[in-house]
Each structure stands twice: as C-alpha cells, then as structure tokens.
C-alpha cells in the first residue's frame, strides 16, 4: 500500500522533514554546486534551514531547493536501500534465479529475505534527532502521485511508522531515508545521482548506436558520438568522454570531428536524435588509450607536448602528494634529479602546478613560463602595498 494523500501533507504537496547536519549541508551545496552560474546567486541567498514554498511560482528559489529533493528522490528511489520493498523484490529475483528449482526454494527465499529486510530496516534512520534542521519542500506532482497512487508500486509505508500506539504510516521518515542515504555518498557517486535522468538518454543513445544533442549551462551546443560516462582518476567528477561531430560556441560553428570529454553537471539538457552516432574501433581504442594516458578529464586537448618543470624538495613532496589532476611524468633529471619531463597537454600543467607557486619552475617552453610568470605577477599586484 502507498502512503496516504492526506498525511503530514500541508497544502501544495509541502512537506516538513528533519535532516541531519551532514545531510543539509550536502544538500545545501550540491544545489549551488549542481546548479548554472546565472542560479547560484540565488541560491546563495535563499537556501535557509526553513525554506517555505512560496505562493507565487515565478518564484524560483524554494523552487530550486524542492527541486533539488525531487529530483535526488525520483532519480534515486529505485536504487536506495532506503526503499526497503523494492530491495526486497531485486533480492527475491535474484535468489530465484540462483537456487532454480531446487526443493522448497520459496521457503528458502522467505527466510534470506526476511533477514535482509531486517538487515535494511536498521538503517531506517530516526524522526528527529537534537541537532536535526526542520526544512520544508514541496514534492511534485510526479513524485507525489508515486508515493500516494495505489497502482505506482510504492509500498514502503510499512517500514516507516510513527511509533505510536497506532503505527500510522509515515512519509517523512522514508524521505529523510533517501536523503540521508544519499548523503553519504561520495560526490562522484552523488553527481549520479542527480543528473541520472541525463545519463540514461547517454546510455540510450549508445546502446542505440544514435547522434545525441548537447546543450551546456553556458549555451554551447554539440552532436556528438556517446563512448561512455567516466569518472575522473580520483573519483571526483564524471565525464562523457565522445567524439563530437558538429558543435557551436561564440566562436561560431565547427563540423570537425574530434574528441571530446563533457562534464556531467554542465550538461543542461539532452536530446536523442534520429541520426546515426556510432564510434569506429579504432575511435574507441583512441578514447581508451588517451584516458589512460592523460586521464578523462583531458582528452579533448588536440594536442599534447613536452614539458620541463623544476622543482624544489617541497615541490616534489607536494607533487607526491597533491594527486588531484597530477599529470604522470614520463622522465627524472637533472644532477639534483628535481627536473621533470612531462608530456601532457598545457592547459593540464597550469592546472596543477600553477597552485606550486615558488616550489616549481617551468623550464620550456618558454611560452608557458610567461604565462606562469605573468599570472603571479598579476596575483602580487593585487597585494602591492600603494
């Protein structure tokens, strides 16, 4: 049975739940984070621990928020081990497939079921805790429909009580399951989550061999070939790594076929479209060489070249270290054996070593010593004492 229509409802489908600390700051920032530039002054501005609907709709900032938690609830629910009935019929299937016909295997299923639900049932996190913040959403049509209509397959309400003498279902503890479980998880797994809705049109249109239609929150546009969505080295962002057909920037239109890594939240929107979009093998084996070699994060540069950078012993520390978007060096030299040979693309050593500031000194090309040279002299003006 779904949760009744009219419990713990107020008006407009808005809902009050308690979060923990952790779960609304995460929230909280994967909203801005997750969001367009043009978004996130807003958001800055109006995401308060009792954000309340707002009765005008042009309204966007509650919006947003509610948006947030819809979004994560319907791009989630399915999978969450908060959804303790829909975990309970994946494991049914699978035990069912596994044990086949063997004697008595509906009563065998019964018990490891059984023991996985109570399993699932101690994560059921509790209503209230000290230091929970009180929020206010609103649930859209879409999820609301699925939480309350008969015949949409929610069935949870009967792991999540009020505990009283009448055990009344309750919804807002299965909400603040999902979001709480949600938390949790690391950003890569997060991101997603919350843009699950976008990469199932990718993996579509890979399976179906088809062109898709990119647009990015800064207007570029893109027909591209879909290879796969990957995750970065450290496991922080995920990428669509393709080959882009045709695109169009401020610098006008580009039909020169090339390859090409997106990520996944400055994705606006995608649309299938009825063109052919296959990779050749020997594309595909390019996209696989490249992500090894530089990492997802930097197969579109077109080129790469060599690059020596000097570095002092806590620069080598540092470089030991600092793992985000380390490029691999292919060579040690130098009598001090502090001179590194990398051969990657520019924009990958500004990325990393430019942070190195006096602990690392581009050697050649002498255009990207300028360029270092030129930033921090830019940076110290900004300290220059009048």
Not at 63 to 68: A, D, E, F, R, V
Not at 140 to 153: I, R, V
Request: proline share 3%.
């Amino acid at each position: 049975m779904p949760f009744d229509r009219k419990i713990e409802i107020y008006e407009n489908y808005k809902q009050r739940l308690n979060l923990s600390l952790h779960a609304w700051n995460t929230i909280k920032y994967d909203t801005i984070s997750f969001e367009s530039e043009e978004e996130e002054s807003i958001s800055k501005k109006s995401l308060t621990s009792k954000s309340r609907a707002p009765k005008d709709k042009t309204t966007t900032r509650e919006i947003n928020l509610s948006g947030t938690l819809n979004r994560i609830f319907s791009n989630f629910y399915e999978d969450a081990k908060a959804s303790i009935s829909k975990q309970a019929k994946k494991k049914r299937e699978h035990y069912t497939s596994i044990l086949g016909e063997s004697p008595d295997k509906e009563s065998i299923i019964d018990i490891l079921i059984e023991k996985d639900i109570v399993e699932l049932e101690k994560n059921i996190p509790q209503q209230k805790d000290k230091d929970d913040k009180p929020i206010y959403f609103r649930i859209n049509e879409q999820n609301f429909s699925y939480l309350t209509e008969p015949d949409k397959g929610c069935d949870e309400n009967k792991y999540y009580t009020f505990k009283t003498k009448t055990e009344s279902p309750n919804l807002s503890l299965y909400l603040k399951a999902i979001f709480e479980e949600y938390a949790k998880k690391y950003y890569c797994e997060r991101e997603r989550i919350f843009f699950g809705d976008i990469i199932k049109k990718i993996e579509i249109a890979k399976d179906k061999e088809r062109l898709l239609r990119i647009k990015l929150r800064n207007g570029e546009l893109y027909h591209v070939c879909p290879y796969a969505v990957l995750t970065d080295n450290m496991s922080v962002y995920n990428y669509l790594a393709c080959y882009s057909k045709w695109s169009k920037d401020e610098k006008g239109e580009n039909d020169k076929r090339k390859m090409l890594a997106v990520r996944i939240s400055k994705i606006k929107n995608v649309e299938i479209l009825e063109s052919l979009g296959s990779l050749s093998d020997d594309e595909k084996i390019k996209i696989e060489d490249t992500v090894n070699e530089r990492g997802v994060a930097y197969i579109s540069s077109d080129n790469t070249s060599r690059f020596m950078i000097k570095l002092t012993d806590v620069g080598i520390k540092n470089y030991n270290e600092w793992l985000w978007q380390r490029p691999p060096y292919t060579e040690i030299t130098g009598d001090g054996k502090n001179i590194y040979i990398f051969n990657c693309s520019e924009r990958q050593v500004l990325v990393y070593f430019f942070k190195f500031g006096k602990e690392a000194e581009v050697i050649e090309p002498e255009g990207l010593r300028e360029k270092f040279a030129d930033g921090y002299r830019s940076a110290a003006k900004r300290y220059a004492v009048n």
